[in-house]
């Protein structure tokens, strides 16, 4: 489902990952990869509805003194146009490995469990405005 009250219950719940059926075979297997790997993934639909969600609330100080590097705010940015990790790479000529490693700082720094955390930080800072 691509509807706000089931994505909502499934953060709740805590899943992890969330493809709708519409998934074809590759974002099927990535996600499974990135799953196992004890990493988020959503698909680009349910990041557009949480970047929805998200953009409805009120926002924070910018960067509330987190201190983000500039590549930090730049891959956040991807994150809330819904880029996945290996089209941040690709866009900033990094190792998919490398964008995860921000993903994860940006994460602890955020106190985020989840990409949608993320969304939520930077629509909240100023740092994604849509």
Do not use: W
Not at 27 to 55: D, G, M, R
């Amino acid at each position: 489902y691509n509807k706000e009250e089931p994505i909502l219950r499934m953060l709740e719940a805590g899943a992890l990952g969330y493809v709708l059926k519409s998934a074809d075979n590759e974002e099927i297997s990535e996600a499974i990869n990135t799953v196992s790997e004890h990493k988020p993934y959503f698909c680009k639909e349910v990041t557009e509805k949480l970047t929805e969600i998200v953009s409805r609330n009120y926002q924070l100080p910018p960067d509330a003194d987190l201190h983000f590097t500039d590549r930090e705010k730049e891959i956040m940015r991807l994150i809330c146009r819904e880029f996945t990790s290996k089209e941040i790479a690709y866009s900033l000529n990094l190792s998919k490995r490398t964008v995860e490693g921000h993903r994860t700082r940006i994460m602890d720094k955020v106190g985020a469990k989840s990409i949608a955390g993320i969304i939520t930080y930077a629509f909240r800072s100023g740092i994604c405005t849509r």
